[in-house]
């Protein structure tokens, strides 16, 4: 067969087609289409098949790009899609949602003077040609084991952690206060972005290979974790993050000022269908209002997209650095500049304006000054820079801290750090109570999709191998007994 890679030089960076700024504006939907076939071969083709793949080792995990791209490239799709899967438990969504230009399309080789090759796109035209043809299976274990496996929180770490647990034959129980399977990827992040029913049919499939739900069920409110601990013979916390940074500023406490999630989880709600109280009295509904978004996150950049959405009548996000030092993915902002959002960058509130609900934010511009310990310039404030922005409702992205797990618990042996989050050892994944494991951002504070899968996975093989300590154990007991 004729080399179908390293085409790179001939051929041209194309990602999927994106819809119209206008278009998009107007409603929900994702902004990329699909590759077709050929599209998807062409674009992977461009791969250098790197001998040291720089997009694989930042990865985070490590997923084989380079030997995909070329099985796509040759129109070998069934094999790019068992290549992908073995590494990955959600490439389809990763595909859509991952910060590439942070991770392996930033990291890909020929991104120097040629772009870099569209991974995650091809990824994503994998993992749902895939599920169009029906390659996609629900875990189906070799043998059943009699051990069960407890697992708090349905989000992409909890999920990925439980379908690896019952590819081993394990018994897993999954409990969650929402009412839906997903986490963040249901009510933190936007429909446009990733559309819930490609997480539906994931957690379909879950349940499809014998995964058992415990949905309203709220680990603190419905059960300890010491409950839950005596019912199953491992347990893994995997319960994101979600108390949300305030500002102190005068006028914080006004009517209309809202958290984040708050914002996104009513809009989601409202895209899937529910009845929401608040969104339905115009709360939380942005349409004909002057919104203003504080934060420089991913989070923020889902306000303001979602709030151009619901028809507002201007959206500002106010960020305190520059374009250059947002924590946000660079592709996010542009997206949300072409869909008529205006960023006030180096700008920061000093005050909520207003009697009972907020009218206006008092803005005070701001100029990076000396760098702090880790090198990054600290903002200060400009003198006599005031000025007045208006708002009907503001919308608080500043990120995210742990709730306070041991006393939610009630388990006040469970080792913190500092910063709230759960500690596990680095190497066994098990924090200080025996048999009790923790991943995803519950371990590392807010953080990524990709990463929450990663740390799912190693805590599965974590939870295997103590599992397997533990019979070994078992039986030389017996055995011992038994001389
Ligand atoms: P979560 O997804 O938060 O899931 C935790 C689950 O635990 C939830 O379902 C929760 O209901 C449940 N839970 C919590 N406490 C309890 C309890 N006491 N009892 C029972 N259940 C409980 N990452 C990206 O890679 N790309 C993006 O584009 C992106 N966009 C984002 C947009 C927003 C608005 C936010 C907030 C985050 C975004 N992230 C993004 C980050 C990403 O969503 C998280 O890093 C990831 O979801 C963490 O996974 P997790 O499984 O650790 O936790
Ligand atoms: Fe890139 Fe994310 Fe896919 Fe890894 S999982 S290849 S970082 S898109
Ligand atoms: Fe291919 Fe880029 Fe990865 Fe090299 S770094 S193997 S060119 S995708």
Redesign the pocket.
């Known amino acids: 067969m004729a080399n179908k890679t390293l085409k790179f030089v001939d051929v041209s960076q194309e990602y999927p087609e994106k819809r119209a700024a206008t278009d998009r504006a107007k409603d929900f939907d994702e902004i990329y289409q699909e590759y077709v076939q050929t599209k998807a071969s062409e674009q992977a083709g461009r791969c250098s098949q790197c001998g040291v793949p720089f997009c694989q080792i930042h990865c985070p995990l490590h997923n084989n790009i380079p030997d995909w791209l070329m099985m796509t490239a040759e129109g070998r799709m069934e094999e790019a899609y068992e290549l992908s899967s073995a590494t990955n438990n959600m490439p389809e969504i990763?595909g859509r949602?991952?910060?590439q230009d942070r991770l392996c399309e930033g990291n890909c080789v020929i991104e120097k003077g040629f772009e870099s090759v569209t991974i995650g796109s091809v990824e994503r035209f994998i993992t749902d040609t895939a599920w169009e043809k029906g390659w996609v299976k629900p875990p189906r274990p070799v043998a059943e084991r009699p051990q069960s496996v407890g697992i708090?929180?349905?989000?992409?770490?909890?999920?990925a952690a439980a379908e690896e647990m019952r590819k081993l034959g394990y018994q897993v129980h999954v409990?969650?206060?929402?009412d839906r399977i997903?986490?963040?990827?249901v009510?933190?992040?936007?429909n446009f972005?990733?559309e819930k029913d490609i997480v539906t049919r994931r957690a379909e499939l879950l349940k499809a290979g014998g995964v058992k739900f415990h949905l309203n069920?709220?680990?603190?409110?419905d059960a300890t974790l010491a409950e839950l601990r005596a019912r199953h013979d491992v347990l893994l916390i995997?319960?994101?993050?979600?108390k949300a940074r305030d500002i102190s500023a005068p006028g914080a406490g006004l009517a209309n000022i809202v958290p984040?999630?708050t914002y996104?989880t009513a809009s989601n709600r409202k895209g899937l269908g529910d009845s929401v109280p608040d969104f339905d009295s115009g709360l939380l509904n942005a349409e004909g209002k002057n919104i203003v978004v504080i934060g420089g996150g991913?989070?923020a950049m889902?306000?303001v997209r979602t709030a151009i959405r619901q028809g507002a009548k201007s959206v500002k996000c106010l960020y305190r650095r520059d374009r250059q030092n947002m924590p946000g993915?660079l592709r996010?902002v542009s997206h949300a500049e072409e869909e008529g959002v205006d960023f006030v960058w180096l700008a920061a509130p000093e005050a909520f304006l207003g009697d009972q609900k907020v009218r206006a934010v008092r803005v005070v511009k701001m100029r990076l000054g000396a760098p702090d310990a880790t090198g990054r310039q600290t903002p200060e404030i400009v003198p006599d820079s005031s000025h007045e922005v208006p708002a009907d409702l503001v919308i608080q992205a500043l990120g995210?801290d742990p709730?306070d797990l041991p006393t939610?618990?009630n388990e006040p042996a469970i080792g913190v750090t500092g910063w709230g989050t759960i500690g596990v050892d680095f190497k066994t994944k098990m924090t200080n109570l025996d048999g009790v494991f923790a991943?995803?951002?519950?371990v590392r504070g807010?953080?990524?999709?990709?990463?929450?899968i990663r740390?799912?996975r190693d805590a599965a093989a974590a939870m295997h191998i103590h599992l397997q300590n533990k019979v070994a154990a078992q039986r030389s007991a017996l055995a011992t007994a038994a001389e």
């Open positions: 990763c949602i991952c910060p708090i929180g349905a989000g992409p770490g909890g999920l409990y969650d206060r929402y997903g986490g963040l990827l009510y933190g992040i936007p972005k990733l069920f709220e680990v603190g409110r995997a319960t994101g993050v979600y984040a999630m996104l991913d989070t889902d306000c993915s996010e995210f709730e939610l618990f991943a995803g951002d519950i807010a953080s990524l999709v990709v990463w929450a740390d799912g």
